[in-house]
Each structure stands twice: as C-alpha cells, then as structure tokens.
C-alpha cells in the first residue's frame, strides 16, 4: 500500500523559508513523476501545480513560484521535497505532495496523494 507522509508545514511571515517534505513508502520512488500541488480552502479555486519533478529529471514550476520555490527528490530516502523561499501571504495554503506511478516499461500505473499540510504567511 502506498502512503505519502508530508511534513513541514507551518506559519512563517513574509520573506521567509519553509522547507516541506513528503515521504513515501510501498513504493520505489524512482522513475516516477513527483510533484507539489497547493489549495486555498474556501478561495473556490482548484488545486493547482506548484512544481513536478518529471520521470527523467527535468523541473516544471508554476509562473508564481519560479525562481523561488526549488522541487527536489532524494531517491535512496524516497523523499520529496519542496524549498520555499522569499514566501509572499498569496502562498498560504493546504500543501499536498503527488506521485504519479509507472511500470519500468513507461505504462502510467496511478496517483497518490499526501493527507496535506498547511502553510501560513503572515506577520
């Protein structure tokens, strides 16, 4: 069975870092499409990608983030990760880690979600 356990989260004020972690088990972690997606409860608006790390390395991020948000993975720990810099009030949100599944073969298999975590900014 396949759990993603996130971490991290938290209140920070405007200008700081926060650093996320997602960690998976019942799964190999590489290969696999991971990614970060946040939701604003009560704003009516659907969960948006943040940042993705694709199947052979290449990085995606949301115009919103670029340049200040950094997507990492850690392989051998089957962590994920999302450094969150220089972070604005508009960044406050439910954060969810993503993991897309595919056979070696390259057959997308299913998706899983962390249970979310919370961020904050504000002064």
């Known amino acids: 069975q396949v759990q993603l356990v996130e971490s991290g989260g938290g209140l920070v004020q405007p200008g700081g870092s926060l650093r996320l972690s997602c960690a998976a088990s019942?799964?190999?972690?590489?290969?696999?499409?991971v990614g970060w997606y946040r939701q604003t409860p009560g704003s009516g608006k659907e969960r948006e990608l943040v940042?993705?790390?694709?199947?052979?390395?290449?990085?995606i991020y949301a115009d919103s983030v670029k340049g200040r948000f950094t997507i990492s993975r850690d392989n051998a720990k089957n962590t994920m990760y999302l450094q969150m810099n220089s972070l604005e009030s508009e960044d406050t949100a439910v954060y969810y880690c993503?993991?897309?599944?595919?056979?070696?073969?390259?057959?997308?298999?299913?998706?899983?979600w962390g249970q979310g975590t919370q961020v904050t900014v504000s002064s």
């Open positions: 940042a993705r790390i694709m199947r052979f390395g290449s990085t």
């Open positions: 993503n993991l897309l599944t595919y056979t070696t073969s390259g057959t997308y298999q299913g998706v899983y």
């Open positions: 019942g799964v190999i972690f590489r290969d696999n499409v």
